[in-house]
């Protein structure tokens, strides 16, 4: 379960269709790469600030 909520804003399109499936499409690319192993970051702290 992802627990989280989604707002989208709708900035262009007009097939309501192609809208969704192009935010879920998004979505799903931004999660597989916060998942995803990262080899150069090995032994990294994971923040954008160096420290947690």
């Not at 269709?17 to 979505?27: C, D, L, P, S």
């Not at 192993?37 to 600030?49: E, F, N, W």
């Amino acid at each position: 379960q992802a627990r989280m909520n989604l707002h989208l804003h709708l900035r262009a399109g007009g097939n309501a269709h192609h809208v969704v499936e192009a935010a879920f499409k998004g979505v799903a690319r931004s999660l597989r790469m916060a998942c995803a192993h990262d080899p150069a970051m090995a032994g990294a702290v994971p923040s954008t600030k160096g420290q947690l």
